[in-house]
């Protein structure tokens, strides 16, 4: 009895050995796209295909350089990279931020507990301190 399958017009059958973890993937993506074994597969190539063409816009031999591949790569990275970028600035933006207000809550509650002299004693020694660090990493 025969069958009608998707593009069966277009695909070729081919037996293909397959190390257990690359099995295992293909059949974790399969899963998770809802497809058969052989669509994930063929998914799976197609992408790679894309990207090899892609790399290889030049003409360029079918094994790259590093050289060939940093444009592509950058191309698919770019915009994950950016984000991640955005995220730390502003995550060292809250950081700075919190240490401003500790500094500020610090020298407040230290100004309250001293006397007037001691406080301009205690600010010079921190200022002291704070330029040997300076000194020490210029």
């Given at each position: 009895m025969n069958t009608l399958r998707l593009h069966s017009h277009t695909r070729r059958q081919r037996s293909v050995m397959l190390l257990p973890a690359m099995d295992q993937w293909i059949e974790r993506e399969a899963t998770r796209l809802g497809v058969s074994f052989s669509e994930a597969m063929?998914?799976?190539l197609a992408s790679y295909w894309q990207f090899h063409q892609e790399v290889n816009t030049d003409g360029g031999p079918d094994h790259p350089s590093v050289a060939q591949l940093s444009p592509a790569l950058l191309a698919h990275l770019k915009e994950p990279l950016l984000e991640q970028v955005q995220a730390v600035r502003e995550e060292i933006e809250?950081?700075?931020s919190n240490l401003y207000l500790l500094q500020t809550m610090q020298d407040r509650t230290t100004a309250k507990t001293?006397?007037?002299r001691q406080y301009d004693a205690w600010r010079e020694e921190v200022k002291g301190v704070m330029d040997k660090r300076k000194r020490g990493k210029a």
């Open positions: 063929n998914r799976l809250k950081v700075k001293l006397t007037g």
